[in-house]
């Protein structure tokens, strides 16, 4: 199975994904990525809804067709070289990780590691964030791209140890309780078998606040192979990718945000990050309304959670949709156990101002130690971080780069889609 990406623009307009395996990790890192089609789990196709993006992900375990589409093997990145293990058609699904102490398997999911100095509580959003230098901003060489959101409470593609470079460690998953797995990585995923002891996201997965310009996260990007661990840094550029006037997307310009990476989509787009948001839907693969013992129709639209649910509601006003959203977080989280996705839910109209699908400017970036605390992903000892190599940030693409383009995926250049500022598409779909 797969993950399903909704989008407020058709999805005829999106390619589908199909980049040759050993040349996927280089394309994300040079902004490179081309964008995929949006199917279902049966491989059939689904159609557009107006609204924003959530997303429901792959879940099978991979370790059943280890040594049939694992690969191990040097991946190389434009500009680095490294050793990577990667499944060539089988990945997991939800996002997932040990909250607190990656070595601690008795550990339960909580939003900070109590014992960190460092940690504050964000007075506006209720957040605990640690406190840290705010990032420059980014070069020219950046790359363009947008950013969307999701939650389907499923076991993440980065859960299973076949996905995950060895000189990392694999990303824990929670049981329905948010008591971690530890090192048990071989779960299934609550999206294939939903029971009390399955392995769901665990709750620290959410984004929170570290200052009123900076936040932390984790998401799903457009890529195979050695992603488990990388971050990005996101800059938000004022504009939504499908309304450039979105309030949202307005009120975000000047915050920046980082994310690490945990999931892959084989139809999330080129350049495109989907958050892990409380509340931002749950796609086709739900082990949420079980998990937390509502009914499917509270969690909002299917495709895109409280935010659509609430323009359906209350139109495009920002305030009122602010309001909306806050009180489907206030139902749907009530319950104090759920009190880590109910901040999750409350950055996300506090500091993230609801906003629909904003455009962006990224870089991959070494991971912040409060980010690898909670995930316990560490990709430092690799020294393996790879530059934007030009795609909608003023730079260049070069003939090199376009020449190591696999246009498998634009079934010859009926997939292309809309620019999505990489060098990729400029060598397949442009003039």
Same mark, same amino acid.
């Given at each position: 199975?797969?993950?399903?990406?909704?989008?407020?623009?058709?999805l005829?307009?999106?390619?589908?994904?199909?980049?040759?395996?050993?040349?996927?990790?280089?394309?994300?890192? !040079?902004?490179? =990525?081309?964008? #995929?089609?949006? *199917?279902? %789990?049966?491989g059939? /196709?689904?159609?557009?809804?107006? @609204? &924003?993006?959530?997303?429901?992900?792959?879940?099978?375990d991979?370790?059943?067709?280890?040594?049939?589409?694992?690969?191990? !093997?040097?991946? =190389?990145?434009? #500009?680095?070289? *490294?050793t %990577?293990?990667?499944? /060539?058609?089988?990945?997991?699904? @939800? &996002?997932?990780?040990?909250?607190?102490?990656?070595?601690?398997?008795?550990?339960?999911?909580?939003?900070?590691?109590?014992?960190?100095?460092?940690?504050?509580?964000?007075?506006?959003t209720?957040?605990?964030?640690?406190?840290?230098?705010?990032?420059?901003?980014?070069?020219?060489?950046?790359?363009?791209?947008y950013?969307?959101?999701?939650?389907?409470?499923?076991?993440?593609?980065?859960?299973?140890?076949a996905n995950?470079?060895?000189?990392?460690?694999?990303?824990?998953?929670?049981?329905?309780?948010?008591?971690?797995?530890?090192?048990?990585?071989?779960?299934?995923?609550?999206?294939?078998?939903?029971?009390?002891?399955?392995?769901?996201?665990?709750?620290?997965?959410?984004?929170?606040?570290v200052?009123?310009?900076?936040?932390?996260?984790?998401?799903?990007?457009?890529?195979?192979?050695?992603?488990?661990?990388?971050?990005?840094?996101?800059?938000?550029?004022?504009?939504?990718?499908y309304?450039?006037?979105?309030?949202?997307?307005?009120?975000?310009?000047?915050?920046?945000?980082?994310?690490?990476?945990?999931?892959i989509?084989?139809?999330?787009?080129g350049?495109?990050?989907?958050?892990?948001?409380?509340?931002?839907?749950?796609?086709?693969?739900?082990?949420?309304?079980?998990?937390?013992?509502?009914?499917?129709?509270?969690?909002?639209?299917?495709?895109?959670g409280?935010?659509?649910?609430?323009?359906?509601q209350?139109?495009?006003?920002?305030?009122?949709?602010?309001?909306?959203?806050?009180?489907?977080?206030?139902?749907?989280?009530?319950?104090?156990?759920?009190?880590?996705?109910?901040?999750?839910?409350?950055?996300?109209?506090?500091?993230?101002?609801?906003?629909?699908?904003?455009?962006?400017?990224?870089?991959?970036?070494?991971?912040?130690?409060a980010?690898?605390?909670?995930?316990?992903?560490?990709?430092?000892?690799?020294?393996?971080?790879?530059?934007?190599?030009?795609?909608?940030?003023?730079?260049?693409?070069?003939?090199?780069?376009?020449?190591?383009?696999?246009?498998?995926?634009?079934?010859?250049?009926?997939?292309?889609?809309?620019?999505?500022?990489s060098?990729?598409?400029?060598?397949?779909?442009?003039?």
């Open positions: 199975m797969k993950r399903t990406i909704l989008e407020t623009a058709p005829s307009a999106r390619p589908t994904l199909a980049l040759a395996m050993t040349a996927l990790v280089a394309l994300f890192a !040079g902004c490179v =990525t081309p964008e #995929g089609g949006s *199917t279902s %789990a049966s059939e /196709a689904s159609g557009p809804t107006a @609204g &924003s993006v959530s997303a429901s992900t792959d879940n099978s991979p370790s059943s067709t280890v040594g049939t589409t694992g690969t191990d !093997g040097t991946m =190389t990145s434009i #500009g680095t070289d *490294t %990577a293990t990667a499944t /060539a058609t089988t990945t997991a699904s @939800g &996002s997932a990780t040990d909250p607190t102490d990656p070595t601690d398997p008795t550990a339960s999911g909580s939003a900070t590691d109590p014992t960190d100095p460092t940690g504050s509580t964000d007075s506006e209720g957040n605990t964030g640690e406190t840290g230098d705010e990032p420059p901003p980014l070069g020219e060489d950046a790359c363009t791209g950013a969307t959101r999701y939650w389907d409470c499923c076991k993440a593609h980065c859960g299973w140890p995950v470079n060895p000189g990392t460690d694999t990303l824990a998953s929670c049981d329905k309780d948010d008591m971690s797995h530890g090192d048990d990585f071989l779960v299934a995923s609550s999206c294939d078998q939903p029971t009390p002891s399955s392995a769901y996201t665990c709750y620290s997965m959410t984004p929170w606040a200052s009123p310009t900076l936040a932390y996260g984790f998401a799903a990007i457009p890529a195979e192979g050695d992603i488990c661990g990388r971050c990005y840094q996101l800059d938000f550029d004022g504009t939504g990718h309304n450039d006037s979105d309030p949202g997307s307005v009120a975000l310009l000047g915050k920046t945000m980082i994310v690490q990476a945990t999931n989509g084989y139809d999330v787009g350049g495109q990050f989907d958050i892990l948001t409380p509340g931002g839907g749950v796609g086709a693969f739900d082990a949420c309304s079980y998990q937390w013992g509502v009914e499917t129709p509270e969690l909002g639209a299917t495709y895109g409280f935010m659509t649910y609430c323009q359906e209350v139109g495009s006003d920002h305030g009122k949709l602010k309001e909306c959203v806050l009180s489907r977080c206030a139902a749907v989280f009530d319950d104090p156990g759920l009190a880590e996705l109910a901040a999750g839910c409350e950055w996300y109209v506090d500091w993230y101002e609801v906003a629909d699908n904003p455009d962006l400017r990224y870089q991959e970036v070494a991971c912040p130690e980010i690898v605390a909670r995930s316990g992903l560490d990709r430092g000892p690799l020294d393996d971080v790879a530059k934007c190599m030009g795609g909608g940030g003023g730079g260049e693409c070069s003939q090199e780069e376009q020449d190591a383009c696999d246009c498998a995926w634009t079934e010859g250049g009926t997939k292309c889609g809309m620019d999505d500022g060098c990729c598409w400029t060598a397949c779909c442009g003039d």
